[in-house]
C-alpha cells in the first residue's frame, strides 16, 4: 500500500485579484487516454491539451487497467459530485469549456519523480478549463484510490486544498476512512501534519467551498476569491514505501 506525502511546489508568481469562485462550467471530464495523451507546456487549458506542470511535450500511456476498472472509477466520481451541479463525463468535450482529469499513464512519461500519484494546479481559486493527472498506472488497479486521487485534483483546480481528516476527499491519504465524502465542516488543513492554509486562514469547508464553484443542482450563490500565486500540489509516495 503506498503511503502518500504531499509536497507543495510554486510554478507561477503573482497576485490574481477578484476572480470569480463560481466555475464557468461544470463539465469534469474523465480522459482514459485511450490512445494515449500528448500534453504541451503552457498555459493549463484542457481544450488544447497544455498544461503549466510540464517543461515540454509529453505522452502519457493508457489507463492500463481495463474496461471494468475504469467504469468503476467514474461510477465512483460522478457519486463524489453527485451533490454539486457537476456534469462527470468520459465523453471528450473537445473545445467546449471542461475540466479534464487525465487518469493513465506514470509521473516519469510528465518529467515527474517516480511514485508521484496526482497533480493539479492550485490558485486558491477557479483554474478555467484547468487539466490535473491521476497518475492510474503508477496507483495500480484500484478504483477507489484512483478515484479519491482524481477528485482530489478536481478539488484543486477549483479553490480547494488538502485537509486533515481522513474522511473528508480532500483529506491528505487516499486510503483511510471510507466512504470519503466532501465535509461541511471547518477542517484543518494539512497533510502530514496541520498547518495554515495555503489560500488563507486555518481550517477549510470543502462542501461550502465547492457549493461556490459547483452549486447545488438547483443553484447557489457565487462568490469572489483572491489567487495567491499558481502552485502544483503533488502527491508522491514516501522513500521506501511500497505495495
Same mark, same amino acid.
Given at each position: 500500500?503506498?503511503?502518500?506525502?504531499?509536497?507543495?511546489?510554486?510554478?507561477?508568481?503573482?497576485?490574481?485579484?477578484? *476572480?470569480? !469562485?463560481? &466555475?464557468? $462550467?461544470?463539465?469534469?471530464?474523465?480522459?482514459?487516454?485511450?490512445?494515449?495523451?500528448?500534453? /504541451?507546456? @503552457?498555459?493549463?487549458?484542457?481544450?488544447?491539451?497544455?498544461?503549466?506542470?510540464?517543461?515540454?511535450?509529453?505522452?502519457?500511456?493508457a489507463f492500463g487497467h481495463g474496461d471494468t476498472s475504469f467504469a468503476s472509477v467514474l461510477a465512483c466520481v460522478q457519486s463524489l459530485f453527485a451533490p454539486f451541479d457537476a456534469d462527470v463525463t468520459d465523453a471528450d468535450p473537445g473545445s467546449a469549456d471542461h475540466f479534464e482529469i487525465d487518469i493513465a499513464g506514470t509521473p516519469q512519461q510528465l518529467g515527474l519523480q517516480a511514485g508521484v500519484l496526482d497533480i493539479s494546479p492550485l490558485t486558491c481559486s477557479v483554474v478555467s478549463n484547468g487539466? *490535473?493527472? !491521476?497518475? &492510474?498506472? $503508477?496507483?495500480?488497479?484500484?478504483?477507489?484510490?484512483?478515484?479519491?486521487?482524481?477528485?482530489? /485534483?478536481? @478539488?484543486?483546480?477549483?479553490?480547494?486544498?488538502?485537509?486533515?481528516?481522513?474522511?473528508?476527499?480532500?483529506?491528505?491519504?487516499?486510503?483511510?476512512?471510507?466512504?470519503?465524502?466532501?465535509?461541511?465542516?471547518?477542517?484543518?488543513?494539512?497533510?502530514?501534519?496541520?498547518?495554515?492554509?495555503?489560500?488563507?486562514?486555518?481550517?477549510?469547508?470543502?462542501?461550502?467551498?465547492?457549493?461556490?464553484?459547483?452549486?447545488?443542482?438547483?443553484?447557489?450563490?457565487?462568490?469572489?476569491?483572491?489567487?495567491?500565486?499558481?502552485?502544483?500540489?503533488?502527491?508522491?509516495?514516501?522513500?521506501?514505501?511500497?505495495?
Amino acid at each position: 500500500m503506498l503511503r502518500p506525502m504531499r509536497l507543495v511546489t510554486l510554478l507561477i508568481a503573482g497576485i490574481l485579484l477578484g *476572480a470569480p !469562485a463560481r &466555475a464557468a $462550467t461544470t463539465v469534469i471530464y474523465l480522459n482514459r487516454c485511450a490512445a494515449g495523451c500528448t500534453i /504541451t507546456p @503552457g498555459f493549463d487549458d484542457s481544450r488544447t491539451d497544455t498544461s503549466s506542470i510540464v517543461s515540454q511535450t509529453q505522452v502519457l500511456s493508457a489507463f492500463g487497467h481495463g474496461d471494468t476498472s475504469f467504469a468503476s472509477v467514474l461510477a465512483c466520481v460522478q457519486s463524489l459530485f453527485a451533490p454539486f451541479d457537476a456534469d462527470v463525463t468520459d465523453a471528450d468535450p473537445g473545445s467546449a469549456d471542461h475540466f479534464e482529469i487525465d487518469i493513465a499513464g506514470t509521473p516519469q512519461q510528465l518529467g515527474l519523480q517516480a511514485g508521484v500519484l496526482d497533480i493539479s494546479p492550485l490558485t486558491c481559486s477557479v483554474v478555467s478549463n484547468g487539466m *490535473a493527472f !491521476a497518475f &492510474a498506472n $503508477t496507483i495500480g488497479d484500484d478504483p477507489q484510490q484512483i478515484c479519491v486521487a482524481a477528485a482530489q /485534483t478536481v @478539488g484543486n483546480l477549483v479553490g480547494l486544498e488538502f485537509v486533515t481528516p481522513s474522511c473528508d476527499v480532500m483529506g491528505f491519504s487516499l486510503t483511510g476512512c471510507q466512504p470519503k465524502g466532501f465535509l461541511d465542516e471547518a477542517s484543518q488543513c494539512g497533510d502530514t501534519t496541520p498547518h495554515a492554509c495555503i489560500c488563507g486562514g486555518t481550517t477549510q469547508n470543502s462542501y461550502q467551498r465547492l457549493l461556490a464553484t459547483l452549486p447545488e443542482p438547483d443553484g447557489a450563490a457565487a462568490g469572489v476569491a483572491a489567487v495567491l500565486g499558481l502552485a502544483a500540489l503533488v502527491r508522491r509516495s514516501a522513500p521506501g514505501r511500497g505495495r
